[in-house]
C-alpha cells in the first residue's frame, strides 16, 4: 500500500500531491496556512479526514512559525486564529475541515495560561497529532466491523477514493476491503472511475495495485449492468458530510449509485468516522454542496473536449437519502437502518 499522504514535521506540513497521481509521487511542502489552504482548495491533499488533519497540522504549522520569531504567546496565538479563518473556508462540504479547525480554535483557548510561545506551539502540535491518531484508529475500526458486512468472496464496487489517500490511515470505505483482502474473504473490487476528476482510476486504482489486491476500474454507468448479471455483492462508498437525519454527502455520483443498488436489492453501505457526522445539519438539504470549475468537466488532461460555447454543471457532491443506506459503518460500530435515532445513538457511545 502507498505510504501516508501527510505528515508533519516540525514547523512544516508535507503532503503528497494527489494531483499528480498515478503518474508521479511529488511531495509538497507547506510552510503557511495560506499554502495548506491552496493545497486543500486545489485537491492536492483530498478526502474529508484527510482534510481535517491536514488543516490541524497547517494551524500548528503557523503557531510553531510565530513562536520562531520571538516566543510571544499572543502573537502565536494569534497566528493560529488568523490560520483558522484562511483554513475554515478552504472547501465547503466535508465537515471535517470546520470540525479540524474548531478543535484548534478550543485548544487555543484552552492553554491560555501557557507563558512561553514555544509552549503554546507545542501544545497546538499536540492537538493536531491527537486528531491524526484518532482518524488513523478510526480507519482500522471501521475495517474490522466493515469486514463483517461482506460475506465470503465478495465482490464489492466502490466509488471515488476513500482509501489511505482520503485519510491518514487505511481509509473509510477502503478500510473493509483491506480487512477483507488480510481475511482471504475478498474477491475482487470493481472500481468506479469518478467522473470528472478520475479519483476512482487514478487514486483507487493505484492504491489497490500497490496493496495487490484484485480490482478492475469500470465507467460509471456500468454499475447497473454488472449488478444485473449478478457481478456485484455489496457498494462501498465514503462520505463527507452526514446529517443528523442520516442523509449522507458524497461525491458525486453516489445518489445514482444508491438507487440502482436499491432496485437490485443489494447493500449500499456508508462507511465513515463519526467526525462525518453533523448534528448541525438537520437533513441532507442543509447540506453545503460546493460548485467546482466547470472546466473540470469540459477538458480532460488540460484538452476541451466540448464545443467552444458550451457551458457545464460541476457540483462535486451529491445527498443521498438516509432510506437508501443499508448501513453506516463507523469506528463506533454499525447503525441501521440508518435514522436519526441511530445515527444519535452511536454518537452517545463511548
Known amino acids: 500500500m502507498s505510504s501516508s499522504t501527510l505528515r508533519y514535521e516540525r514547523g512544516t506540513l508535507v503532503l503528497l500531491d494527489q494531483r ?43 503557531a510553531r512559525a510565530a513562536a520562531a520569531g520571538g516566543g510571544d504567546p499572543a502573537v502565536v496565538r494569534r497566528a493560529a486564529e488568523d490560520a483558522c479563518a484562511v483554513l475554515e473556508t478552504a472547501r465547503p462540504t466535508a465537515v471535517n475541515l470546520a470540525a479540524a479547525v474548531h478543535r484548534m480554535r478550543r485548544a487555543v483557548m484552552r492553554d491560555a495560561a501557557l507563558s512561553g510561545g514555544a509552549d503554546v506551539a507545542e501544545a497546538l502540535e499536540a492537538e493536531a497529532a491527537g486528531l491524526e491518531r484518532y482518524e488513523v484508529d478510526a480507519c482500522a475500526a471501521m475495517g474490522r466491523h466493515g469486514a463483517e458486512l461482506l460475506g465470503e468472496n465478495a ?14 490511515g487505511i481509509g473509510t470505505a477502503l478500510a473493509p476491503v483491506y480487512e477483507a483482502h488480510a481475511r482471504g474473504t475478498l474477491d475482487v473490487v470493481f472500481v468506479d472511475e469518478t467522473r470528472p476528476r478520475l479519483q476512482g482510476s487514478r487514486l483507487t486504482a493505484y492504491e489497490l495495485g500497490e496493496a495487490g489486491i484484485p480490482h478492475l476500474v469500470i465507467v460509471d454507468s456500468l454499475a447497473a449492468t454488472l449488478m444485473l448479471h449478478g ?31 436499491a432496485h437490485h436489492g443489494l447493500p449500499f453501505y456508508v462507511v465513515a468516522p463519526t467526525s462525518t457526522v453533523d448534528l448541525a445539519c438537520e437533513t441532507g438539504a442543509d447540506i453545503p454542496i460546493e460548485e467546482r470549475d466547470p472546466a473540470e468537466v469540459l477538458e480532460l488532461a488540460g484538452e476541451r473536449v466540448a464545443p467552444a460555447q458550451t457551458r457545464a454543471l460541476n457540483p462535486a457532491f451529491d445527498v443521498t437519502p438516509a432510506s437508501l443506506v443499508t448501513a453506516l459503518v463507523t469506528e463506533r ?18
Open 20 to 62: 499528480l497521481l498515478p503518474g508521479e509521487r511529488r511531495e509538497l511542502r507547506c510552510t503557511t496556512a495560506e499554502e495548506a489552504a491552496e493545497a486543500i482548495r486545489s485537491m492536492a491533499v483530498r478526502g474529508a479526514p484527510a482534510i481535517g488533519v491536514a488543516a490541524a497540522h497547517a494551524v500548528a504549522v503557523a
Open 333 to 350: 460500530g454499525v447503525a441501521s437502518p440508518v435514522t436519526s435515532s441511530t445515527v444519535g445513538g452511536l454518537l452517545r457511545r463511548f
Open 155 to 168: 465482490r464489492v464496487l466502490v466509488h471515488c477514493n476513500a482509501g489511505s489517500l482520503a485519510t491518514p
Open 231 to 261: 457481478a456485484v455483492d455489496a457498494v462501498l462508498v465514503g462520505a463527507d458530510r452526514i446529517a443528523a437525519s442520516g442523509d449522507v454527502a458524497n461525491k458525486v455520483g453516489t445518489y445514482a449509485l444508491a438507487v440502482v443498488t
